[in-house]
């Protein structure tokens, strides 16, 4: 079965700077790839996702980035907020196969002001 | 609802009590999902339903676990004579709503029951 390896497993950065989370998947069948933010106690929220006929996916501050032929991901976040602190999951699935998603073990991200 | 529903969010059970965890998903979403989240960890699927077809069950952990979807709504997930190991948070998702001609890919996730067995 698919096996999705996350890193780092804790990020701090100063506010302002830019967070850069990285992901790796085994199965190449894979063809969707989400990431959710997860602030303590509350539910995972999907905050971007890339399918994998594109390449990389922006939505203002944040950018995702995909290598096919590498099998791995990223998670850009630029411009770092305070609010922005919170666990990070990557995860991959096949969209066909009923889009059960397989997920990173998480990245604590600390943002300090 | 607005989102998806579960309940109860926290639930004591003493070693070998059986439990039942609801789940009331987004209205309309055809596709639901159980996963069981250990503290630190990233969230681990359990089982997966199309309506009320459980297509997927490679992830229960062992036979004391079942779910149920039989309207094709509310699910249920039971585990029976709990064990320690099986204190988690259980997460359910829901997706791909009906009468929409693209295929909806983002799972909304419920906000969970803690499950604490002692």
């Known amino acids: 079965g698919e096996n999705v390896e996350q890193h780092p497993s804790t990020l701090s950065v100063q506010e302002g700077d830019s967070a850069v989370i990285k992901c790796t998947y085994s199965?190449?069948?894979?063809?969707?790839f989400p990431w959710y933010k997860q602030e303590l106690g509350k539910r995972p929220q999907l905050i971007i996702d890339?399918?994998?006929?594109?390449g990389e996916k922006k939505d203002q501050r944040i950018a995702v980035t995909l290598n096919k032929t590498a099998k791995h991901f990223s998670l850009h976040i630029t411009e770092t907020q305070p609010e922005d602190s919170a666990v990070y999951f990557c995860?991959?699935?096949?969209?066909?196969?009923?889009?059960?998603?397989?997920f990173g073990g998480g990245t604590r991200v600390l943002v300090k002001p | 609802g607005a989102g998806v529903s579960q309940s109860p969010r926290y639930k004591v059970a003493k070693r070998g009590q059986d439990v039942a965890l609801r789940c009331d998903p987004i209205?309309?979403?055809?596709?639901l999902f159980w996963y069981q989240q250990a503290l630190g960890q990233g969230p681990e699927f359990l089982t997966y339903?199309?309506?009320?077809?459980?297509?997927?069950k490679s992830g229960l952990p062992s036979d004391r676990f079942f779910a149920e979807r039989p309207e094709g709504s509310v699910s249920t997930l039971k585990i029976q004579r709990t064990q320690q190991e099986d204190s988690a948070v259980y997460l359910c998702?829901?997706?791909?709503?009906?009468?929409?001609?693209?295929?909806?890919?983002?799972?909304?996730f419920g906000q969970g029951t803690r499950l604490t067995v002692v």
């Open positions: 998702a829901s997706s791909l709503p009906r009468d929409t001609g693209v295929q909806g890919t983002e799972a909304f």
């Open positions: 199965d190449s069948a894979s063809n969707y």
């Open positions: 890339i399918r994998s006929n594109v």
């Open positions: 995860a991959a699935s096949i969209i066909a196969a009923g889009n059960k998603l397989t």
């Open positions: 209205s309309g979403h055809v596709s």
């Open positions: 339903f199309q309506n009320e077809a459980q297509l997927d």
